[in-house]
């Protein structure tokens, strides 16, 4: 991951490859900093906004370079867009943004001229933050399996440099740097995981991963196998893995932020397939290699417990991850099959596809029954109906609690994340109803993602509950 930290200095002596320096639009001529720049390189900022080369429009980046008249090897300006409209999450797209295109033109470190709080409205702290975020973020790749040719050497930057003018307090701007870099790290592991193959990320691996990264945080873990599900009667989650040669892992993570009452707590539950093939219910060749990121949920929930433990806030936090393979083995459950989830609750399997569901009802009867769980968010790729609702733009959103409901909502507007709520009338049960168990898994084509969300629900007996469909937007 890319080095970044702060400074204070001038920031025409930072020795840097590349200076960048943010602009509004409707700019009319260089101010601060772009006069000083203007007046050395004999008025070239002046007649780029006069050619209208720059605006300052959020969509531009112009580069020139400085022949060695200023310490950078070559001033970025970059467009932020009407200055009524900027906020912390445009802060963080424009610098993933210009770190993408500074890396691709072979730019090894970056410097960034501070925005002030008083240009803005943007308090540095949360200025450091977006910007370490948006960089680490947009200069993720992952290219773990694709062998260096030879004379081509990769491109990457190795540091970026936040300058403040000196004289300013630097203690704001790093600890917002120093978030940025926690949640950051969060987001590469969960990424990391989305993106390896199914062969490497088995529900085995997955509890590896899930151990080495509570380990670094100093969170405990406990991973139930498949022997502790038969104990504990998981019918559904059993049912999954039937037609797998790969066991089945339930994950716990557990921070105990405020053991003196253990009420205040929330469980964080992600759904963990491995790989689904959809089992008998076998979906099509095509795009089927995507479903190794059918466990972006589980992925994201460590990826989470990860900064939690480094944050340590004050509220207990269990990660809950059930891991699962679903494939059509020759013990794999068969459409019509009926099984009995662990709070009683008889299903019927009318699609194998619609496993994710399944593995859910028994993951969260477990953390109510068994560790008092209050709240619960579950995160899922769970319907092909979400990507047809909501595009690749936004999760969807359902609950039973709409206090919970609003705060998950009031977070995702925080972290820049586009969630939309849909409704969960009790007349769309109707379609879940089965004529020969208490529930089926799917109530087909009508209002998918809202049935399926329903299914989830009659298994979260007492607690408050609220469910993020991310089937369009794990991989946005």
Known sequence: MVSINVSQADALENDSSALVIHAFEGITKPDGILSTIDSLLSGVVSSLIKEGEFTGKSAEIVR???????????VVLSGLGKKES???????????????????????NISIALLSESDTGIPEESFGQSVAMGSSMGLYQFKKYKSQKSGNPE????????????????????RGVEKGILLSNAVEITRNLVNEPANVVTPSQMANIASETAKAVGLPITILEKDDMVKHKMGAML????????????IL????????????????????????TGGISLKQAAGMGDMKGDMSGGASVIGAMHAIGTIKPKINVLGVIPAVENMPGSNAQRPGDIVTAMNGKTIEVENTDAEGR??????????????????VVDIATLTGAMVVALGHVTTGVFGKTQSLVDEVLKASKTAGEKM?????????????????ADVKNTGGRPAGSITAALFIGEFTDGAEWTHLDIAGTNMA
Not at 86 to 108: C, H, P, Q
């Open 64 to 74: 020139f370079p400085t022949l060695g008249k200023i310490k950078p090897a070559r």
């Open 86 to 108: 900027i906020d912390s999450l445009k802060i963080k797209e424009k610098s993933a943004e210009v770190a993408r295109y500074l890396r691709n033109i072979g730019v090894t």
């Open 155 to 174: 491109k990457s930057v190795e540091s970026i440099s936040i300058i403040s003018p000196t004289g300013s307090p630097l203690s704001a701007l790093k």
């Open 239 to 250: 049912g999954v893995t039937a037609g797998s040669a790969q066991p089945p892992k339930l």
């Open 253 to 276: 993570i557990e921070h105990k932020g405020d053991p003196e009452n253990p009420d205040n707590n929330i469980a964080l539950v992600g759904k963990g397939i491995t790989f689904d």
């Open 358 to 375: 399944l593995v859910l009802a028994d993951a969260i009867s477990y953390i109510i029954q068994e560790k008092g769980t209050k709240r």
């Open 420 to 436: 939309w709520q849909l409704p969960i009338f009790d007349e769309y049960k109707e379609q879940n109803r089965s004529d020969w």
